[in-house]
């Protein structure tokens, strides 16, 4: 589904539009084991006067997947969930990643974020010659 047939209104009508509100937008995974998989549950209210329509959730890397979401408008002062799968990966590495989420709300797009530490396997040293 693309966001081409969104219509934003003008500054008049912008009071009427909808309103992303979310329970937090940053999310802290803290250690995460290689090769895991977690799922980051990002909890969102419409708090605008319009249904709000999610019609992208954009992934900044391929360790993050975005569950399928309920594509129907999401009437005023209701709440759904983004739910996105991270998998670690097999690299001890820190990272911080995110997801744009485009809306028809204003603004219309919103960026999630998280971070981990993935702890990979221990490395043996070489010996010294």
């Known amino acids: ?3 081409s ?3 934003l209104p003008g500054a008049d009508g912008a009071f009427e539009a909808p309103k992303m ?3 937090e937008t940053e999310l802290d995974l803290g250690l995460v084991a290689a090769g ?3 799922s980051l549950t990002y909890e969102l209210t419409n708090a605008g006067q319009s249904p709000l329509i999610i019609t992208q959730v954009l992934p900044s890397c391929g360790c993050a997947v975005a569950e399928p979401w309920d ?6 002062g209701q709440s759904t969930s983004i739910v996105l799968r991270f998998e670690a990966g097999e690299s001890t590495r ?3 990643e995110s997801a ?3 809306t028809n ?14 702890l990979g396997p221990d490395r043996i040293p070489e010996p010294e010659s």
Request: negative net charge; aromatic residues 8%.
């Open 100 to 102: 744009t989420v485009v």
């Open 1 to 3: 589904m693309d966001s």
């Open 94 to 96: 820190t990272l911080t």
């Open 105 to 118: 709300a204003i603004p219309a797009s919103v960026e999630l974020t998280f971070t981990a530490q993935v």
């Open 71 to 76: 594509p129907s408008p999401l009437p005023s």
């Open 36 to 38: 895991e998989t977690r």
């Open 21 to 23: 509100e979310w329970t």
């Open 5 to 7: 047939f969104i219509h």
